[in-house]
């Protein structure tokens, strides 16, 4: 039994839903305008090239510190991210 046995039957099961629902929709990827805060230590790192050909992706932001619980190790770090990918929505849709 590999060590990765738990993973892979988790991660295809994702995959499967996904992929099943984006046809039902008849969409490709995410449509809302999406940022993505890359932590040196979280386990999984995406290239740039699969965020935007899977995302509408406005913002992307690779971080110095941080790990896989990086809203718990680096609060203030997380939440000025957020508030910056936020920003530019802020005054959308005000009058």
């Given at each position: 039994?590999?060590?990765?046995?738990?993973?892979?039957?988790?991660?295809?099961?994702w995959r499967t839903f996904a992929?099943?629902?984006?046809?039902?929709?008849?969409?490709?990827?995410?449509?809302?305008?999406?940022?993505?805060?890359?932590?040196?230590?979280?386990?999984?790192?995406?290239?740039?090239?699969?965020?935007?050909?899977t995302a509408n992706v406005v913002?992307?932001?690779?971080?110095?510190?941080?790990?896989?619980?990086?809203?718990?190790?680096?609060?203030?770090?997380?939440?000025?991210?957020?508030?910056?990918f936020f920003r530019l929505y802020?005054?959308?849709?005000?009058?």
């Amino acid at each position: 039994m590999s060590s990765r046995s738990g993973c892979t039957p988790a991660l295809r099961s994702w995959r499967t839903f996904a992929r099943a629902y984006a046809r039902r929709a008849g969409r490709t990827g995410v449509e809302v305008p999406s940022g993505f805060a890359l932590f040196p230590g979280d386990t999984l790192h995406p290239p740039r090239a699969w965020l935007e050909r899977t995302a509408n992706v406005v913002r992307i932001t690779e971080l110095d510190r941080g790990g896989h619980f990086a809203p718990f190790e680096e609060p203030h770090l997380y939440a000025q991210e957020l508030r910056e990918f936020f920003r530019l929505y802020r005054s959308v849709g005000r009058t």
